[in-house]
């Protein structure tokens, strides 16, 4: 068996990819549209100041593009969560040429070398981001939260801030372990923790495999990684996952909005995974709930792995349900366990713009905009069309850095583990592949064979990476 050693890859061309998967979303904006960003960088806005809030953004290395300053701070009762969220409505005219072209676009997609934005980068990853030191305009959520995580009282108001600091998770994880959180997010790690286990006892579904990363380094090269995701990442999607809930709870009180939805799981996809988990050995008692079983389970071992990989089946079905009156009968989202909407990203991601006006004018109680209005039934599918897309381009990355780092590592054997599995917990005889995973390489791949169990160690052999067909393959041994 080769040993395990750091995997560079050699140059990789991603330009082909472009032009397959979003060849009808150039990189660059038309002229009218930049000129309009540009034109729309320089407004002004009303002094509508919480100046005296010292908001923090906290996001991965690196990145420009600040929808999101949090301030926290401990009361009799528990939390208040005050949420700055960049106010890309007061740079974007409705029925312009640039809101035209938003539509079209749906969101921003990433690519190792570059990203093509929703939004032209003056706006984007400048006057509307929130970048620290800066005066911005914002949607500022405030949000009481009770010690157990439940909500108490919302309110949303348009304001101007400023982002005191610009933190990376690793930093807010290092200062969560040396005790040395800055005031403003000082109580993060009980306010997450609280959300957490109310998340939980909600019946979210998750699955927390590691994620597969492509970084690039200075010098050019691409690698390739798994990356387990640290505790202050949880805390903070909490948070944001806390102002969609409190977002949908003020739409379906107003009887109008646009959610994000996610059925629960049917009782044949609850039955598979439950059998594939007793096939494996780990425990899932008859009446358990699926969100019990699953938080339990630790990514690192093979067989909990093996689970929650094919635990992905209960999260299928995602989507997003505008209505203007009749609320909808599909309101809910599995993997929040309660109705849930996106206002959290909205230089990112088309639906938050409109989403986050409708929470605006209900909270003032006023007229929620016509333009919003005549929009709502159209972004359901707007943004189904776009996240495929995105998951597209996701995948064919991943399968494309894949197979050129392998490329000149044909024949090698590779410890890996097997995760796909049928209702036994054995690798499905009508299908001559499994799914495996080679934390060596970190990569996950298609690998034959026979008598593969999943959640078991095994020897694989790359047999296939061809980066034209963005193939990769392992044969057992």
């Known amino acids: 068996m080769v040993s395990a050693r750091r995997i560079l890859a050699p140059p990789l061309d991603y330009a082909a990819l472009r032009e397959d998967l979003v060849k009808e979303l150039p990189a660059e904006f038309a002229a009218v549209e930049v000129e309009q960003a540009e034109q729309a960088a320089s407004r002004a806005f009303p002094d509508r100041d919480l100046l005296d809030i010292a908001f923090v953004t906290v996001d991965p290395t690196g990145s420009k593009d600040l929808d999101q300053a949090v301030a926290l701070e401990r009361t009799p009762d528990g939390f208040r969560v005050r949420y700055a969220i960049a106010d890309i409505a007061a740079f974007v005219d409705p029925g312009s040429p640039l809101d035209q072209v938003l539509s079209t676009r749906g969101q921003t997609f990433y690519f190792p070398d570059l990203r093509i934005g929703l939004h032209p980068a003056t706006l ?283 490329a000149d590592r044909l024949g090698e054997n590779f410890d890996a583990v097997v995760l796909d599995l049928d209702e036994r917990g054995n690798h499905d005889p009508s299908d001559d592949l499994a799914d495996i995973v080679v934390a060596a390489l970190a990569v996950r791949a298609k690998c034959e064979g026979e008598a593969m169990r999943a959640g078991t160690m095994i020897n694989a052999q790359v047999i296939i990476a061809n980066p034209a067909t963005r193939q990769v393959r392992f044969s057992a041994l």
């Open 124 to 406: 984007s990853e400048g006057a509307a981001s929130l970048l620290p030191g800066q005066i911005r305009p914002a949607v500022v959520w405030t949000i009481d939260v009770s010690a157990n995580g439940e909500i108490l009282q919302t309110s949303v108001v348009r304001a101007l801030v400023r982002s005191e600091r610009q933190y990376d998770y690793e930093t807010v994880q290092r200062l969560t372990e040396t005790g040395n959180l800055p005031t403003t997010l000082r109580a993060l790690p009980q306010l997450g923790e609280a959300l957490l286990a109310r998340h939980r006892a909600r019946g979210a579904i998750e699955t927390r495999l590691p994620t597969q990363e492509i970084s690039r380094d200075d010098a050019g090269q691409y690698h390739l990684k798994f990356r387990a995701v640290l505790p202050v990442e949880q805390y903070n999607a909490q948070i944001s996952l806390l102002t969609g809930v409190a977002a949908a709870q003020m739409m379906l009180r107003g009887g109008i909005g646009l959610l994000r939805t996610l059925p629960e799981p049917d009782d044949a996809a609850l039955r598979a995974v439950r059998s594939c988990a007793n096939g494996l050995g780990v425990s899932w008692p008859k009446q358990a709930r699926a969100a019990d079983v699953l938080a339990a389970l630790k990514p690192e071992l093979p067989r909990h792995a093996a689970v929650l990989h094919e635990s992905a089946m209960l999260l299928r079905g995602s989507g997003y349900a505008a209505f203007d009156g009749t609320v909808p009968s599909n309101a809910g989202h599995a993997g929040v366990g309660a109705p849930y909407a996106h206002v959290t990203a909205p230089l990112r991601r088309l639906a938050d713009r409109y989403a986050t006006e409708v929470c605006l004018a209900l909270h003032a109680g006023s007229e929620v905009p016509q333009w919003v209005r005549n929009a709502l039934p159209t972004l359901p599918d707007a943004m189904n069309r776009s996240n495929q897309r995105a998951n597209a381009v996701e995948r064919a990355v991943l399968d494309y850095t894949e197979a050129v780092v392998l």
